[in-house]
């Protein structure tokens, strides 16, 4: 097991490797051409859905907290895949990271009508595994 | 993403197209839902059938606009959402917060 606690990279290929700019309308972009990848790959609709949705909350986490709105600042996002289907994505920010363990949890009677702070938990609903890197600067988030 | 408003029986009916997420979208949203409150319009149904995406910064938008709308009286009532928009609010425990309805009639006459 590798030491960020995920499973085995080995056999996956280098499907996106994309930086940009820390803004929505660039992280749109790269959210779309995560699903184009995925159809062309043939994956099913729901797995696509599953996986664009987490892509999109990760970035928009990197954005936010990671960048601070400043789109003089970059995200990364790559995206791998392996003959079985697994697709691993990790996105990137150059921030301080945060601990995710420290997330508020949205459920809680109190936080079902706020308005943030739902992010992270629908990436762990949707994912089947998400790991933490460099004190939660990158999200490695596993769907088989 | 598209915004359509319309008034049908002092109903607001807003038809959405695209994905509800971070950005233009959401600040467009919440931009007409603001004028609508500003206006005294509080009798509000959002079809989002042609809504494939709603990340959670879309989803705190119509928990919110909920919120303020029922404080003012009215209702925020919800018209076929997409397979995928109801996945979403279910998996992050919001969508029993709202009236659904199969399509914009039944929501409009759900007011009277």
């Known amino acids: 097991m590798p030491a960020d606690g995920g499973p085995e990279n080995s056999g ?6 994309l930086s940009v700019p820390a803004d929505s309308e660039a992280i749109a972009s790269v959210v779309d051409a995560v699903t184009v990848t995925l159809e062309r790959l ?4 729901q797995k696509r859905f599953e996986v664009a949705l987490a892509v999109q909350e990760a970035l928009a986490n990197a954005v936010i907290h990671g960048c601070g709105n400043d789109p003089s600042k970059k995200v990364r996002c790559q995206l791998k895949g392996d003959p079985l289907g697994r697709i691993l994505i990790s996105v990137t920010d150059p921030g301080p990271g945060f601990k995710p363990d420290l997330v508020a949890d949205p459920l809680r009677r109190e936080g079902v009508y706020a308005d943030h702070g739902r992010g992270v938990y629908l990436i762990r609903q949707l994912m089947d595994e998400v790991h933490f890197a460099s004190n939660g600067s990158e999200i490695r988030m596993w769907k088989y | 993403m598209d915004i359509n408003v319309r008034k049908r029986s002092q109903v607001q009916v807003i038809q959405l197209r695209g994905a509800l997420r971070m950005g233009p979208a959401v600040d467009s949203l919440r931009q007409t839902l603001e004028e609508a409150i500003g206006n005294g319009d ?7 059938s ?4 709603v ?3 879309g989803i705190g938008l119509l928990v919110r606009f909920l919120a303020v709308i029922k404080q003012h009286g009215g209702n925020l009532k919800l018209a076929q959402p997409s397979k995928f928009a109801v996945q ?7 969508l029993k917060l709202f009236e659904i309805f199969d399509n914009d009639d039944a929501a409009v006459e759900s007011f009277s």
């Open chain 1, 42 to 45: 043939e994956v099913p609709e």
């Open chain 2, 88 to 94: 979403t609010l279910r998996l992050v425990g919001v």
């Open chain 2, 50 to 53: 042609e809504v494939p995406m």
């Open chain 1, 12 to 17: 996956l290929s280098e499907l996106l490797d």
């Open chain 2, 42 to 48: 509080t009798r509000i149904v959002m079809n989002l």
């Open chain 2, 55 to 57: 990340d959670s910064s």
